[in-house]
């Protein structure tokens, strides 16, 4: 497997996969990935000899293993073909290895080809999410995976949102995406999350009002979990939960009953899905942003948020508001002058 090492350590071999049963040479003619599937032509002995010389030495391949360069197919780069590599040791092939040849035959490159036709907005959909802000079509769309027992998520909630909203309008659109952690990390995370889903199919205004009062009094549902175990206390806080769940439908007159057996349910389907989605996007933790596709995680400054915002605008043609000026700090608060405490001199 040492052969297998030496050519992955390479960029040029990177598409290389593990040694397998595999055939020991495609077909002629058959099609081979990221090689369009037309007739292949034969390749000149003497070129394919050169590829092969060129890649046992760059992958410094054992002198006994068998380097086979199949034909030449038509690509989809003009002044290039295609030709696929497979190497043979100890009776083991690789997958094919797709190389482009240049017509003149002097060049020998591989390309990892990405697709950038979508739009950076739609990369991560919002779609049937409860929005804030702008319309659907504003032109700054922000995806945030949130998890509702997050003490990082509550920070950006209360304090970085509003000055969104407040600067930019109607071009930006809030979305959240459900992310909650671990249950040990997290104990009350899903719960929340499901319960808020569950006013959000009635009533995305309420679901809102829901999100900004369980940010906001996040410590205060966390402290049964002072007083005793988690086992103990999460059920206390779990019925806490419904309870204010289910207030806030009464209060946004939704069908209560309905409301309270989806709550009562406690389905997951809906949310593991979202997690799932989550990390086809590689989130790992809470609070993740997507501004029109660009991720943010971590500890950023409100000034590099909007710069991506700005920039999202401009592509767009559209002129951002003025740079953002950060506020000084306060000022210290005047600490009274210390009193020297009196003294006596002794026999005095």
């Not at 081979?32 to 030495?57: D, F, Y």
């Not at 906001?216 to 086992?231: E, K, L, M, Y």
Request: hydrophobic fraction near 35%.
């Amino acid at each position: 497997m040492s052969i297998l090492r030496n050519i992955q350590s390479l960029l040029l071999l990177s598409a290389l996969t593990a040694f397998g049963c595999h055939a020991q040479t495609p077909p002629p003619g058959a099609a081979v990935p990221g090689q369009l599937s037309k007739p292949g032509k034969p390749i000149a002995p003497e070129l394919a000899r050169r590829i092969e010389v060129l890649l046992r030495q760059k992958a410094d391949l054992p002198p006994e293993s068998t380097v086979n360069v199949g034909e030449r197919a038509t690509s989809d780069l003009a002044g290039w073909d295609t030709v696929s590599v497979t190497v043979t040791n100890d009776g083991n092939t690789s997958h094919p290895i797709v190389f482009y040849v240049s017509d003149d035959g002097k060049n020998l490159a591989q390309f990892t080809r990405f697709d950038i036709s979508a739009d950076p907005r739609a990369l991560v959909s919002g779609a049937g999410r409860p929005s804030r802000g702008g319309p659907e079509n504003a032109p700054v769309l922000i995806i945030g995976f949130d998890d509702l027992e997050c003490p990082y998520c509550a920070k950006f909630h209360t304090s970085l949102f509003p000055l969104i909203t407040n600067r930019y309008g109607n071009n930006v659109r809030i979305v959240y995406k459900d992310y909650p952690l671990p249950a040990d990390m997290h104990p009350w995370a899903m719960h929340a999350a499901v319960d808020v889903n569950c006013l959000a199919s009635q009533s995305p205004a309420g679901y809102w009002t829901l999100v900004d009062y369980m940010h906001a009094h996040a410590d205060d549902i966390s402290a049964p979990f002072q007083t005793g175990p988690v086992d103990k206390t999460l059920p206390l806080v779990n019925k806490d939960l419904d309870k204010i769940t289910h207030d806030q439908g009464v209060f946004q007159k939704v069908d209560v009953a309905r409301l309270d057996a989806c709550v009562a349910k406690q389905d997951t389907t809906g949310i593991e899905a979202s997690q799932k989605y989550a990390e086809s996007f590689k989130v790992d933790s809470t609070p993740t942003l997507f501004i029109n596709g660009d991720k943010i995680s971590g500890a950023v400054s409100l000034s590099f948020v909007f710069g991506l915002i700005d920039t999202a605008l401009q592509v767009q043609g559209i002129t951002p508001p003025p740079p953002y000026v950060a506020p000084p700090p306060p000022a210290p608060t005047p600490q009274p002058a210390a009193t020297k405490p009196a003294t006596s001199t002794p026999g005095k």
